[in-house]
């Protein structure tokens, strides 16, 4: 049987992956939706075009400057972003 510890941290990575998957859904969408490749958004925000396309196949993490600067340039809120609201 697992320990607490186990069982929390295991817990985690479940977030952590779930909340990764919709982030990688909604930011490919969102690029889409603007008529974007990953390059095209990645001159647009002053981003690394390989690490969208990293966050877009759930390879990398982002950070939250990240997050907040592909929050402003769509005009969502990180929440959604990151799944938390729709």
């Known amino acids: 049987m697992y320990s607490n510890e186990s069982s929390q941290v295991f817990s985690i990575?479940?977030?952590?992956?779930?909340?990764?998957?919709i982030f990688a859904e909604r930011l490919?969408?969102?690029?889409?939706?603007?008529?974007l490749s990953q390059r095209?958004?990645?001159?647009?925000?002053?981003?690394s075009p390989s690490a969208i396309m990293q966050w877009?196949?759930?390879s990398r993490v982002p950070n939250?400057?990240?997050?907040?600067?592909l929050a402003t340039y769509f005009e969502v809120s990180t929440d959604y972003l990151l799944g938390l609201t729709d």
């Open 40 to 47: 095209g958004l990645a001159k647009q925000t002053s981003l």
């Open 56 to 58: 877009e196949n759930e």
């Open 13 to 21: 990575k479940i977030c952590y992956n779930f909340i990764m998957k």
């Open 64 to 69: 939250a400057e990240a997050v907040v600067t």
């Open 28 to 35: 490919r969408e969102l690029r889409i939706d603007k008529g």
